[in-house]
């Protein structure tokens, strides 16, 4: 126990708009989109993307990285792995909705707002063990935790397999947000805080 005093209020993202994007997801046959989004950066991972796109190039998964940056001069991009370059949030959200799987290749988050946009959208998380990723991904039941390429292509073949798998752990994504970040749950606690500031004032640092 921290303190009686402190409040927690998860990260939240609005899922008004999100609702519109919503996809059916896709049955066994058809190729499968696995998107991660966010800057080419080193926390996030993008030489892990490209190895996993790299071990299933045979196979039928396209892999979407949406967002920009650096790709490393050593990083050989193979021919099913797309990367969009930067784009603006709504045209980003677009093309996650049409996605089949999130992978969450970072190693380390706050709480990522990408990750809550994924889930939101209704998808399946791959995710790796790292702080933040592992809050929001329940191994099993919205996903799973991956601790390397091979165990991403693991799962991914399992889950290409199954598609009752993806919708069951698509719709565990969509209600996690719901009931821990989504705007209509943790606006009003912000407001309550702000509401209700006197009641904190004693607990102010000294001038």
Known sequence: RVSPHVQLIPNMI???????LRCTPRMNGERLTVAMSGGIRPQKNFTLFAEIANI??????????IGGGEIPVQQPLPANLKVTGWLDRNDAVKLLAQADVFAQT?????????LLEAMALGLPVLSTPGVGNSELVLDGVNGYICEDARDFERRLRA??????DRVRMGQSSRNIVDRNHAVLV?????ASLYQAY???EKFTLLR
């Not at 943790?186 to 912000?190: K, S, Y």
């Open 198 to 200: 006197s009641r904190y």
């Open 186 to 190: 943790n606006a009003p606690c912000w």
């Open 159 to 164: 889950l290409a397999a199954v598609p009752e």
């Open 56 to 65: 299933l190039r045979n196979d039928e998964f396209d892999f979407l990285w």
């Open 106 to 114: 970072s190693l380390w988050e706050g709480l990522p707002i990408a």
């Open 14 to 20: 609005d899922t008004r708009n999100i609702d519109l």
